[in-house]
């Protein structure tokens, strides 16, 4: 200030200046004087910080519930989970998955060591109890979930069966006692099983039927029932499902419709284009934008006939087909892979119940919700994204065994929606209101043809995670990159992810978690581990609290800055002095 007691400066000199220092600069010239203070908050200047420091297009809007630009500079820099505060070392052997109760009170833990761990999530996280499944001939636990009211936990693992063959197991364990309740078995392993409601969990089982070809059940299973013995089971058949080209159902989810309409967070940043349901079927693997914009024509769901076989029925078309091969008018010649295919299209398709109309129509209000899946057409490796919407009258193991409206000659069902990933998808997860679906995938070269389903092409180390509206069946924002895996088709495993109101967090193969803001699509901090980094969980009622689990055997707890301080602040300081005047007393 001059003698007068005006400023020397003014502000719009101050403001051209205070723009080419950084956020911390900024924040310490504002402690000079009352001007500087009034100047180093301005809105449009922290506006200009904002989006130099988070290398942010300008073209993404504001997150829709801040209130100022200072503001959400602050909650991206000071609110992320980043501070190790904590690493828990109670298992001995690789850590798999982690899962929170709904409350936040505790959490779950899967490992090699073939335990499941529960632990009271307080201030400092102990262990309440641990379950060794090695005397049901578990090799290791590998998933667990708690149901909606938290009373029980769901556990998946890997069960050894006679002459060493592996398969799947689900166990049900009480939370008011941590009894075991019931086991399910559960074939593939890989389809971990989920809650469908409070009380009763889906299963899958898998029968062959040739040496590629196969068919999936899920099963509607009753969560209390007998432990040793599988005949008292209480079961239902949900749906039976074809499987080609050595694919398979794995890694179910449910999704609850009816929470659609009120989001926590709308990641489009333009009106949202109209649904459509006349494509069913998209794929991120398309060469042009035009092309994933038309829709695919396919045939009404309705109609029994098929005209690409000259509208000749399914049993016509199969005998013609038979015919064909024995006249030698088959060319060029198929392999037998190839005509196990064939023949299994042309016999599934009379005997397959249509999908559902129109996907897209479900009432907001219904209690409507949807089957998630992963699955695939051209190779083992799972590739696409299977969509059934369960019906209310599906959602109890009251009724017939196999199903309700079902003909005779209806023995499969038909998938209501299908997203080709064009990769190999190692990790999906649903935000916590349910609208959106994040999808991590390793990319397929752009051009590749797969003519062997026992050979899928090579995939990238770039991980790659999608995001789909799951109201609209659209993929939304670009995919979000960062974290990166190494291994091969053939050994290829789920690193789980997980979602909160704002954060986005993933493991990966390089021996980090990473935490992605959903808003902005950038990534905001990397989390150290020894090892792979196999599952990370958010806490469920307070976001800047996140688990990463890893192969190096531990569980690492994470806090944000703002959370360390304010509980660094709560404890009591040491009265070292009174303690020391104390024992000079007793001696």
Request: charged share 25%; aromatic share 10%; net charge negative.
């Amino acid at each position: 200030m001059d003698a007068g007691g005006g400023p020397l400066l003014p502000d719009s000199v101050l403001y051209e200046i205070f723009l080419y220092l950084d956020h911390v600069d900024v924040l310490s010239a504002g402690l000079v004087c009352r001007q500087w203070h009034a100047v180093a908050r301005d809105e449009f200047l922290w506006k200009e910080l904002f989006y130099r420091y988070y290398r942010i297009s300008r073209e993404v809007p504001r997150h829709p519930a801040a209130v100022s630009w200072y503001d959400e500079f602050q909650r991206l820099y000071d609110t992320i989970p980043c501070v190790e505060v904590q690493a828990l070392k109670e298992h001995n052997d690789q850590v798999l998955h982690l899962s929170f109760s709904h409350s936040g009170c505790l959490f779950a833990s899967c490992s090699k060591d073939c335990t499941v761990k529960i632990w009271s999530n307080e201030l400092d996280i102990s262990l309440q109890h641990s379950s060794n499944m090695r005397p049901y001939n578990w090799s290791y636990t590998q998933f667990s979930q708690f149901n909606s009211d938290d009373s029980l936990l769901l556990v998946s693992g890997v069960f050894v069966g006679p002459h060493n063959s592996s398969s799947g197991e689900i166990a049900v364990i009480s939370m008011e006692n941590f009894t075991l309740l019931s086991r399910v078995r559960n074939k593939p392993y890989d389809v971990f099983g989920c809650w469908l409601n409070e009380t009763n969990l889906i299963s899958g089982n898998l029968h062959r039927i040739g040496r590629i070809t196969s068919c999936s059940v899920l099963w509607l299973n009753n969560a209390f029932q007998g432990i040793e013995s599988e005949n008292v089971n209480v079961v239902k058949r949900l749906f039976k499902i074809q499987n080609l080209n050595a694919s398979t159902i794995r890694t179910v989810m449910v999704a609850d419709c009816s929470r659609y309409d009120s989001p926590d967070l709308l990641l489009d940043y333009e009106e949202q284009l109209a649904a459509s349901s006349t494509c069913p079927v998209f794929d991120l693997g398309s060469d042009s934008e035009e092309e994933e914009a038309k829709p695919k024509q396919m045939p009404e769901p309705a109609v029994q006939e098929f005209l690409d076989d000259g509208g000749v029925t399914a049993e016509d078309g199969l005998q013609q087909f038979f015919d064909d091969i024995m006249e030698g008018r088959v060319r060029p010649a198929m392999t037998e892979t190839e005509l196990e295919t064939k023949v299994a299209e042309l016999f599934v398709r009379n005997r397959t119940k249509p999908p559902e109309l129109n996907l897209l129509s479900t009432d907001s209000n219904s209690k409507t919700k949807y089957l998630i899946f992963t699955t695939g057409c051209l190779t083992y490796s799972p590739h696409q994204i299977g969509i059934k919407r369960i019906l209310p009258h599906q959602m109890t193991t009251a009724g017939p065994v196999l199903g309700e409206e079902r003909r005779s000659d209806e023995f499969f069902d038909s998938l209501d929606h299908v997203i080709d990933i064009h990769g190999h998808i190692i990790g999906m997860g649903l935000s916590p209101d349910h609208r959106y679906l994040y999808v991590n995938s390793r990319a397929w070269p752009r051009d590749c043809v797969i003519s062997d389903p026992m050979q899928p092409p090579p995939i990238a180390e770039e991980i790659d995670l999608h995001v789909f509206d799951l109201k609209t069946m659209k993929e939304v924002k670009r995919a979000l990159r960062a974290h990166r895996a190494y291994t091969p088709n053939e050994e290829c495993f789920f690193i789980f992810l997980d979602v909160s109101r704002d954060f986005v967090a993933s493991g990966a193969e390089d021996r980090h978690g990473y935490i992605w803001d959903r808003h902005y699509n950038i990534c905001l901090a990397k989390l150290q581990h020894d090892n792979v980094v196999n599952s990370v969980a958010f806490s469920p009622v307070e976001q800047e609290l996140l688990l990463t689990a890893s192969d190096d055997t531990t569980i690492k707890v994470w806090r944000s800055p703002r959370t360390v301080r304010i509980q660094q602040a709560r404890k009591p300081r040491p009265r070292k002095l009174l303690f020391s005047w104390l024992m000079n007393q007793r001696s």
